[in-house]
DNA sequence: AGGGGTATTGATACAGTATAACAGTTATAT
DNA sequence: ATATAACTGTTATACTGTATCAATACCCCT
Protein backbone atom coordinates (compact mmCIF):
# COMPACT_ATOMS: atom_id res chain seq x y z
CA UNK A 1 0.00 0.00 0.00
CA UNK A 2 2.00 3.31 -1.20
CA UNK A 3 0.76 6.65 0.86
CA UNK A 4 -1.47 8.95 -1.02
CA UNK A 5 -0.54 12.82 -1.63
CA UNK A 6 -1.99 15.55 0.01
CA UNK A 7 1.29 17.69 -0.98
CA UNK A 8 2.23 19.04 -3.54
CA UNK A 9 3.81 17.57 -6.71
CA UNK A 10 5.09 18.42 -10.45
CA UNK A 11 1.45 18.53 -11.93
CA UNK A 12 2.73 19.12 -15.72
CA UNK A 13 4.82 15.85 -16.14
CA UNK A 14 1.91 14.00 -13.87
CA UNK A 15 -0.87 14.98 -16.32
CA UNK A 16 1.52 13.96 -19.15
CA UNK A 17 2.51 11.05 -17.94
CA UNK A 18 -0.61 9.67 -16.75
CA UNK A 19 -2.11 10.48 -20.24
CA UNK A 20 0.80 8.71 -21.88
CA UNK A 21 -0.03 5.96 -20.20
CA UNK A 22 -3.76 6.31 -21.06
CA UNK A 23 -3.20 6.84 -24.65
CA UNK A 24 -0.88 3.07 -24.51
CA UNK A 25 -3.24 1.20 -22.65
CA UNK A 26 -5.70 1.99 -25.41
CA UNK A 27 -3.55 1.74 -28.33
CA UNK A 28 -2.66 -1.90 -27.14
CA UNK A 29 -5.86 -3.30 -26.50
CA UNK A 30 -7.47 -1.64 -29.22
CA UNK A 31 -10.15 0.88 -27.38
CA UNK A 32 -10.95 4.31 -29.03
CA UNK A 33 -9.73 7.55 -26.81
CA UNK A 34 -12.21 9.65 -29.10
CA UNK A 35 -11.99 13.26 -28.92
CA UNK A 36 -14.68 14.06 -26.18
CA UNK A 37 -13.60 10.81 -23.86
CA UNK A 38 -9.35 12.25 -24.28
CA UNK A 39 -10.87 15.61 -23.45
CA UNK A 40 -12.77 14.70 -20.21
CA UNK A 41 -9.80 12.93 -19.56
CA UNK A 42 -7.42 15.76 -19.48
CA UNK A 43 -10.19 17.89 -18.13
CA UNK A 44 -9.93 15.95 -14.78
CA UNK A 45 -6.24 15.21 -14.73
CA UNK A 46 -6.00 18.84 -15.43
CA UNK A 47 -8.08 20.10 -12.01
CA UNK A 48 -6.66 16.90 -10.14
CA UNK A 49 -9.82 16.70 -7.82
CA UNK A 50 -13.04 15.19 -8.20
CA UNK A 51 -15.62 16.62 -10.50
CA UNK A 52 -19.83 16.33 -10.66
CA UNK A 53 -20.28 15.41 -14.33
CA UNK A 54 -22.26 18.30 -14.38
CA UNK A 55 -19.14 20.75 -13.51
CA UNK A 56 -17.15 18.50 -16.67
CA UNK A 57 -19.71 18.86 -18.53
CA UNK A 58 -19.68 22.74 -18.50
CA UNK A 59 -16.40 22.66 -19.34
CA UNK A 60 -17.15 20.89 -22.67
CA UNK A 61 -19.58 22.97 -23.19
CA UNK A 62 -17.41 25.83 -23.30
CA UNK A 63 -15.25 24.24 -25.63
CA UNK A 64 -17.99 23.02 -28.37
CA UNK A 65 -17.65 19.30 -27.03
CA UNK A 66 -20.75 18.83 -26.43
CA UNK A 67 -23.70 20.01 -24.10
CA UNK A 68 -25.99 17.07 -23.24
CA UNK A 69 -25.90 15.29 -20.09
CA UNK A 70 -25.35 11.63 -22.00
CA UNK A 71 -22.08 13.01 -24.23
CA UNK A 72 -20.77 13.45 -20.81
CA UNK A 73 -21.65 10.19 -18.73
CA UNK A 74 -21.13 8.23 -21.98
CA UNK A 75 -17.25 9.36 -21.84
CA UNK A 76 -17.36 8.93 -18.05
CA UNK A 77 -18.44 5.75 -18.23
CA UNK A 78 -16.14 4.49 -20.86
CA UNK A 79 -13.09 6.32 -18.52
CA UNK A 80 -14.06 4.46 -15.65
CA UNK A 81 -14.79 0.75 -17.52
CA UNK A 82 -11.51 0.88 -18.25
CA UNK A 83 -10.28 2.63 -14.28
CA UNK A 84 -8.51 5.34 -16.19
CA UNK A 85 -10.65 7.23 -14.21
CA UNK A 86 -12.35 6.53 -10.65
CA UNK A 87 -16.32 7.15 -9.38
CA UNK A 88 -16.31 8.34 -5.66
CA UNK A 89 -19.59 7.36 -5.24
CA UNK A 90 -19.75 9.13 -1.82
CA UNK A 91 -19.58 12.67 -3.66
CA UNK A 92 -20.99 11.31 -6.86
CA UNK A 93 -18.01 12.78 -8.56
CA UNK A 94 -15.16 11.76 -10.58
CA UNK A 95 -11.37 11.49 -10.19
CA UNK A 96 -8.82 10.72 -12.98
CA UNK A 97 -6.60 7.74 -11.65
CA UNK A 98 -3.43 8.13 -10.29
CA UNK A 99 -1.78 4.78 -11.50
CA UNK A 100 -3.36 3.98 -14.97
CA UNK A 101 -3.25 0.71 -16.39
CA UNK A 102 -1.72 -0.76 -12.81
CA UNK A 103 -3.92 -3.23 -11.47
CA UNK A 104 -5.08 -2.01 -8.35
CA UNK A 105 -8.22 -2.06 -5.95
CA UNK A 106 -8.40 1.85 -5.60
CA UNK A 107 -9.09 3.33 -2.17
CA UNK A 108 -9.91 6.87 -1.40
CA UNK A 109 -9.36 9.65 1.37
CA UNK A 110 -12.05 11.94 1.25
CA UNK A 111 -11.71 15.21 3.54
CA UNK A 112 -15.17 16.13 4.61
CA UNK A 113 -14.75 20.15 4.81
CA UNK A 114 -12.77 21.06 1.19
CA UNK A 115 -13.82 17.57 -0.69
CA UNK A 116 -10.15 16.79 -1.41
CA UNK A 117 -9.59 13.27 -2.73
CA UNK A 118 -5.81 11.40 -2.45
CA UNK A 119 -6.03 8.42 -3.54
CA UNK A 120 -4.16 5.31 -1.65
CA UNK A 121 -2.92 2.13 -4.20
CA UNK A 122 -3.25 -1.32 -2.59
CA UNK A 123 -4.28 -5.25 -3.00
CA UNK A 124 -4.62 -5.71 0.52
CA UNK A 125 -8.61 -4.62 0.94
CA UNK A 126 -9.58 -7.13 -1.72
CA UNK A 127 -7.65 -9.65 0.09
CA UNK A 128 -9.52 -9.10 3.24
CA UNK A 129 -12.91 -9.07 2.08
CA UNK A 130 -12.07 -11.28 -0.11
CA UNK A 131 -12.07 -14.30 2.65
CA UNK A 132 -15.56 -12.54 3.81
CA UNK A 133 -17.03 -13.41 0.48
CA UNK A 134 -15.67 -16.60 -0.19
CA UNK A 135 -17.26 -17.68 2.80
CA UNK A 136 -20.62 -16.66 1.89
CA UNK A 137 -19.97 -17.85 -1.88
CA UNK A 138 -19.82 -14.33 -3.35
CA UNK A 139 -17.97 -13.77 -6.28
CA UNK A 140 -16.22 -10.34 -5.72
CA UNK A 141 -16.19 -8.60 -9.32
CA UNK A 142 -15.09 -5.01 -7.98
CA UNK A 143 -14.47 -3.00 -5.08
CA UNK A 144 -15.20 0.64 -3.51
CA UNK A 145 -13.55 1.62 -0.54
CA UNK A 146 -13.84 5.53 0.50
CA UNK A 147 -12.45 7.02 3.74
CA UNK A 148 -14.42 10.48 5.36
CA UNK A 149 -12.59 12.59 7.34
CA UNK A 150 -10.51 15.50 7.55
CA UNK A 151 -7.24 16.63 5.69
CA UNK A 152 -4.46 17.44 6.99
CA UNK A 153 -4.70 21.10 6.09
CA UNK A 154 -8.36 21.10 7.19
CA UNK A 155 -7.18 19.92 10.67
CA UNK A 156 -4.93 22.65 11.51
CA UNK A 157 -7.56 25.49 9.71
CA UNK A 158 -10.08 23.78 12.87
CA UNK A 159 -7.69 24.05 15.53
CA UNK B 1 -15.08 -10.82 10.78
CA UNK B 2 -17.88 -12.47 10.75
CA UNK B 3 -19.67 -14.27 8.06
CA UNK B 4 -22.29 -12.12 6.10
CA UNK B 5 -26.16 -13.64 5.37
CA UNK B 6 -27.19 -14.72 2.41
CA UNK B 7 -28.89 -17.56 3.94
CA UNK B 8 -32.73 -17.81 5.50
CA UNK B 9 -32.91 -16.80 9.28
CA UNK B 10 -35.44 -16.11 11.71
CA UNK B 11 -36.45 -12.86 10.61
CA UNK B 12 -39.50 -12.03 13.14
CA UNK B 13 -36.89 -12.53 15.60
CA UNK B 14 -34.31 -10.78 14.24
CA UNK B 15 -36.60 -7.77 13.32
CA UNK B 16 -37.92 -7.16 16.94
CA UNK B 17 -33.82 -7.60 18.45
CA UNK B 18 -33.02 -5.26 16.29
CA UNK B 19 -35.67 -3.00 17.01
CA UNK B 20 -35.15 -3.75 20.98
CA UNK B 21 -31.80 -2.72 20.12
CA UNK B 22 -32.00 0.59 18.89
CA UNK B 23 -35.27 1.58 21.42
CA UNK B 24 -32.37 0.93 24.43
CA UNK B 25 -29.79 2.51 22.74
CA UNK B 26 -31.48 5.85 22.12
CA UNK B 27 -32.98 5.59 26.03
CA UNK B 28 -29.06 5.45 27.25
CA UNK B 29 -28.21 8.19 25.17
CA UNK B 30 -31.03 10.74 25.11
CA UNK B 31 -32.10 10.54 21.57
CA UNK B 32 -35.53 10.75 20.34
CA UNK B 33 -36.92 7.61 18.34
CA UNK B 34 -39.91 9.23 17.09
CA UNK B 35 -42.90 8.22 15.44
CA UNK B 36 -41.34 8.82 12.24
CA UNK B 37 -38.05 7.46 13.10
CA UNK B 38 -38.75 4.63 14.14
CA UNK B 39 -41.59 3.90 11.14
CA UNK B 40 -38.84 4.15 8.78
CA UNK B 41 -36.50 1.63 10.56
CA UNK B 42 -39.43 -0.71 10.68
CA UNK B 43 -39.98 -0.79 7.26
CA UNK B 44 -36.32 -1.21 6.69
CA UNK B 45 -36.01 -4.00 9.02
CA UNK B 46 -39.12 -5.69 7.82
CA UNK B 47 -38.51 -5.71 3.86
CA UNK B 48 -34.70 -6.76 5.06
CA UNK B 49 -33.36 -5.36 1.49
CA UNK B 50 -31.59 -2.09 0.71
CA UNK B 51 -34.83 0.35 -0.29
CA UNK B 52 -34.56 3.81 -1.93
CA UNK B 53 -35.28 6.73 -0.08
CA UNK B 54 -38.37 6.85 -2.38
CA UNK B 55 -39.58 3.71 -1.90
CA UNK B 56 -39.34 4.38 2.08
CA UNK B 57 -41.55 7.59 1.23
CA UNK B 58 -43.91 5.59 -0.83
CA UNK B 59 -45.06 3.32 2.01
CA UNK B 60 -44.67 6.03 4.87
CA UNK B 61 -47.45 7.92 2.22
CA UNK B 62 -49.49 5.13 2.48
CA UNK B 63 -49.47 5.28 6.17
CA UNK B 64 -50.03 8.83 6.42
CA UNK B 65 -47.08 9.64 7.86
CA UNK B 66 -45.96 12.03 5.71
CA UNK B 67 -45.55 12.12 1.86
CA UNK B 68 -42.37 14.64 0.92
CA UNK B 69 -38.79 14.25 0.62
CA UNK B 70 -37.19 15.74 3.87
CA UNK B 71 -39.73 13.70 5.84
CA UNK B 72 -38.37 10.15 4.41
CA UNK B 73 -34.72 12.18 4.47
CA UNK B 74 -34.47 13.16 7.38
CA UNK B 75 -35.50 10.26 9.11
CA UNK B 76 -32.73 8.90 7.75
CA UNK B 77 -30.26 10.96 7.95
CA UNK B 78 -31.53 10.19 11.94
CA UNK B 79 -30.79 6.99 11.51
CA UNK B 80 -27.85 7.20 9.41
CA UNK B 81 -26.01 9.21 11.56
CA UNK B 82 -26.35 6.88 14.75
CA UNK B 83 -25.52 4.04 12.96
CA UNK B 84 -28.63 2.23 12.85
CA UNK B 85 -29.38 2.25 9.51
CA UNK B 86 -26.76 2.34 6.74
CA UNK B 87 -26.58 4.01 3.61
CA UNK B 88 -25.45 1.67 0.63
CA UNK B 89 -23.71 4.70 -1.55
CA UNK B 90 -23.46 2.49 -4.52
CA UNK B 91 -26.98 1.72 -4.91
CA UNK B 92 -27.72 5.22 -3.82
CA UNK B 93 -30.47 3.07 -0.93
CA UNK B 94 -30.60 2.34 2.68
CA UNK B 95 -30.73 -0.97 4.60
CA UNK B 96 -30.85 -1.43 8.57
CA UNK B 97 -28.03 -2.11 10.31
CA UNK B 98 -27.21 -6.20 11.21
CA UNK B 99 -25.83 -4.75 14.86
CA UNK B 100 -27.06 -2.18 15.94
CA UNK B 101 -25.00 -0.27 18.75
CA UNK B 102 -22.17 -2.98 18.38
CA UNK B 103 -18.89 -0.53 17.74
CA UNK B 104 -17.76 -1.37 13.58
CA UNK B 105 -17.18 -0.20 10.57
CA UNK B 106 -19.41 -2.03 8.14
CA UNK B 107 -18.88 -3.53 4.92
CA UNK B 108 -21.42 -4.82 2.08
CA UNK B 109 -21.23 -7.08 0.04
CA UNK B 110 -23.43 -5.81 -3.18
CA UNK B 111 -25.02 -8.61 -5.80
CA UNK B 112 -25.11 -6.45 -9.27
CA UNK B 113 -27.87 -8.85 -10.47
CA UNK B 114 -30.63 -9.25 -8.07
CA UNK B 115 -29.18 -6.55 -6.02
CA UNK B 116 -29.24 -8.09 -2.30
CA UNK B 117 -26.65 -6.64 -0.19
CA UNK B 118 -25.08 -8.27 3.09
CA UNK B 119 -23.27 -6.82 5.73
CA UNK B 120 -20.22 -8.41 7.16
CA UNK B 121 -18.96 -7.11 10.21
CA UNK B 122 -15.29 -6.45 10.30
CA UNK B 123 -12.90 -3.74 12.40
CA UNK B 124 -10.22 -4.53 10.15
CA UNK B 125 -10.32 -2.22 7.14
CA UNK B 126 -10.29 0.71 9.97
CA UNK B 127 -6.95 -0.78 10.94
CA UNK B 128 -5.47 -0.97 6.88
CA UNK B 129 -6.51 2.05 5.59
CA UNK B 130 -5.75 3.82 8.90
CA UNK B 131 -2.09 3.12 8.59
CA UNK B 132 -2.32 4.71 5.08
CA UNK B 133 -4.12 7.69 6.74
CA UNK B 134 -1.56 8.39 9.22
CA UNK B 135 1.32 8.35 6.91
CA UNK B 136 -0.50 10.98 5.54
CA UNK B 137 -1.96 12.74 8.32
CA UNK B 138 -5.61 12.44 7.48
CA UNK B 139 -8.21 11.87 10.54
CA UNK B 140 -10.54 9.26 9.19
CA UNK B 141 -14.14 9.83 10.52
CA UNK B 142 -16.31 7.11 8.76
CA UNK B 143 -15.36 4.47 5.96
CA UNK B 144 -17.32 3.12 2.73
CA UNK B 145 -16.91 -0.32 2.29
CA UNK B 146 -18.83 -1.96 -1.31
CA UNK B 147 -17.63 -5.12 -3.04
CA UNK B 148 -20.07 -5.48 -5.60
CA UNK B 149 -20.20 -8.96 -7.51
CA UNK B 150 -22.50 -11.61 -7.68
CA UNK B 151 -24.21 -13.74 -4.84
CA UNK B 152 -24.50 -17.32 -4.67
CA UNK B 153 -27.77 -17.59 -6.36
CA UNK B 154 -27.15 -15.46 -9.22
CA UNK B 155 -23.99 -17.43 -10.24
CA UNK B 156 -26.48 -20.58 -10.06
CA UNK B 157 -28.66 -19.16 -12.30
CA UNK B 158 -26.19 -17.80 -14.50
CA UNK B 159 -24.56 -20.77 -14.85
C1' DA C 1 -13.22 1.11 -53.44
C1' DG C 2 -17.86 -0.54 -51.79
C1' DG C 3 -20.84 -2.41 -48.32
C1' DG C 4 -22.44 -4.08 -44.02
C1' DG C 5 -22.06 -4.30 -39.17
C1' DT C 6 -20.69 -2.04 -34.92
C1' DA C 7 -19.40 1.73 -32.01
C1' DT C 8 -19.90 6.39 -31.13
C1' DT C 9 -22.05 10.87 -31.10
C1' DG C 10 -25.96 14.22 -31.04
C1' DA C 11 -30.30 15.65 -29.24
C1' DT C 12 -34.72 15.52 -26.74
C1' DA C 13 -37.07 14.20 -23.08
C1' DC C 14 -37.55 12.41 -18.74
C1' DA C 15 -36.62 9.64 -14.34
C1' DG C 16 -34.53 9.38 -9.91
C1' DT C 17 -32.12 11.42 -5.90
C1' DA C 18 -31.60 15.08 -2.62
C1' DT C 19 -31.80 19.71 -0.32
C1' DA C 20 -33.03 24.82 0.75
C1' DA C 21 -36.03 27.55 3.09
C1' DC C 22 -39.57 28.75 6.09
C1' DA C 23 -43.65 28.05 8.93
C1' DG C 24 -45.75 25.48 12.49
C1' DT C 25 -45.55 22.16 16.19
C1' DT C 26 -43.84 19.33 19.99
C1' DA C 27 -40.61 18.16 23.52
C1' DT C 28 -37.18 19.55 27.18
C1' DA C 29 -35.13 22.05 30.66
C1' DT C 30 -34.97 25.37 33.75
C1' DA D 1 -44.82 28.51 32.81
C1' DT D 2 -42.00 29.63 29.46
C1' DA D 3 -37.83 29.87 26.76
C1' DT D 4 -35.15 27.02 23.88
C1' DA D 5 -34.12 23.58 20.93
C1' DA D 6 -35.59 19.80 18.18
C1' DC D 7 -38.70 18.00 15.08
C1' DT D 8 -42.41 17.94 11.39
C1' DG D 9 -44.94 19.77 7.40
C1' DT D 10 -44.93 21.97 2.94
C1' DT D 11 -43.43 24.11 -1.26
C1' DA D 12 -40.26 24.60 -4.45
C1' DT D 13 -36.17 23.51 -6.69
C1' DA D 14 -31.46 21.64 -7.50
C1' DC D 15 -28.66 17.88 -8.64
C1' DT D 16 -27.64 13.30 -10.76
C1' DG D 17 -28.41 9.96 -14.22
C1' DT D 18 -30.84 7.31 -18.20
C1' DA D 19 -34.05 5.87 -22.17
C1' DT D 20 -34.66 6.51 -26.81
C1' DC D 21 -33.92 7.30 -31.47
C1' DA D 22 -31.56 9.47 -35.36
C1' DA D 23 -27.22 10.50 -37.52
C1' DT D 24 -22.42 9.79 -38.19
C1' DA D 25 -17.86 7.65 -38.06
C1' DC D 26 -15.05 3.57 -37.86
C1' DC D 27 -13.61 -1.17 -39.11
C1' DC D 28 -13.30 -5.24 -41.45
C1' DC D 29 -14.15 -7.94 -45.33
C1' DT D 30 -14.41 -8.94 -50.09
Known amino acids: MTTPGFEHHDHASCI ?8 KQCKD ?20 RAMGAY ?9 GLGSQ ?6 ALDFLVKHRFVHKIERLNAFI ?9 VPAFLICRSCDSVAEA ?4 TQGRLGDVARDAGFVIERTVVEAEGLCPKCQEEAA
Chains 1, 2 share one sequence.
Request: aromatic share 2%.
Open 16 to 23: SGSLEAVE
Open 29 to 48: KGLRLTPVRKRVLEILLDEH
Open 55 to 63: DILDRLRAE
Open 69 to 74: PPIAYR
Open 96 to 104: ACGHPGERH
Open 121 to 124: HTDL
